[in-house]
Nanobody
Framework: QVQLVESGGGLVQPGGSLRLSCEAS????????MGWYRQAPGKQRELVAV???????NYAGAVKGRFAISRDNAKNTVYLQMNSLKPEDTAVYYC?????????WGQGTQVTVSS
């Protein structure tokens, strides 16, 4: 099992940028597919981006070209660089680690995009 702690959320104006971090402990993230999900009020949690243990990435259509997921296995940390933020990106962002035997979530970090 891996414990995940997200950070880096906050209030940002439309067009701005934020970088989320997800620090893991208890196990190495090198054996996990790591992902970022988000949940807006009244909506279901949705995939934002995932990165495989080998570094292959996949993005939701709504964020492709604006967001970038990366991982630093040495620091046991996953990042989500978010650029050109829009009001519809407002949500709680959750970090996820999964493999055949495990599926763990962080507590989430709030991102609010508003002028």
């Amino acid at each position: 099992q891996v414990q995940l702690v997200e950070s880096g959320g906050g209030l940002v104006q439309p067009g701005g940028s934020l970088r989320l971090s997800c620090e893991a402990s208890g196990s190495s993230i090198s054996i996990y597919i790591m992902g970022w999900y988000r949940q807006a009020p009244g909506k279901q949690r949705e995939l934002v981006a995932v990165i495989s243990s080998g570094g292959t990435t996949n993005y939701a259509g709504a964020v492709k070209g604006r967001f970038a997921i990366s991982r630093d296995n040495a620091k046991n940390t996953v990042y989500l660089q978010m650029n050109s933020l829009k009001p519809e990106d407002t949500a709680v962002y959750y970090c996820n680690a999964r493999n055949l035997f495990d599926n763990d979530w962080g507590q989430g970090t709030q991102v609010t995009v508003s002028s």
